[in-house]
Nanobody, 122 residues
Framework: QVQLVESGGGLVQAGGSLRLSCAASGRTLGRFTMGWFRQAPGKERAFLAAISGSGLRTDYGDSVKGRFTISRDNAKNTVYLQMNSLKPEDTAVYYC???????????????WGQGTQVTVSS
């Protein structure tokens, strides 16, 4: 079992920045892809970013490419999402997730955190 806990969400003005963290426990995640998703009210959960177990491979959704950066610290079993140039449409609940031995944009991840709210005011 893997437990994931997100933190770092909150209220920020448009154009501002936030850094989300996702701390994992239960397993060491060196072979696990880590992903970030978000879900706004009335919308499906959408892929934002993924990073391979080694950290050498990353992928981003079109809506956040160039603004968000995913990174990980395997020694701390933690993944981060640095979010810059935030827009009101970035308002959503943000989730981290993990899956072993696959690198994917799909929602087919094995473990999910409880989510953290990000609200961007105009």
């Amino acid at each position: 079992q893997v437990q994931l806990v997100e933190s770092g969400g909150g209220l920020v003005q448009a154009g501002g920045s936030l850094r989300l963290s996702c701390a994992a426990s239960g397993r060491t995640l060196g072979r696990f892809t880590m992903g970030w998703f978000r879900q706004a009210p009335g919308k499906e959960r959408a892929f934002l970013a993924a990073i391979s177990g080694s950290g050498l491979r990353t992928d981003y959704g079109d809506s956040v490419k160039g603004r968000f950066t995913i990174s990980r610290d395997n020694a701390k079993n933690t993944v981060y999402l640095q979010m810059n140039s935030l827009k009101p449409e970035d308002t959503a609940v943000y989730y981290c997730a993990t899956v072993r031995d696959r690198f994917t944009r799909s929602r087919d991840y094995d473990y999910w955190g409880q989510g953290t709210q990000v609200t961007v005011s105009s």
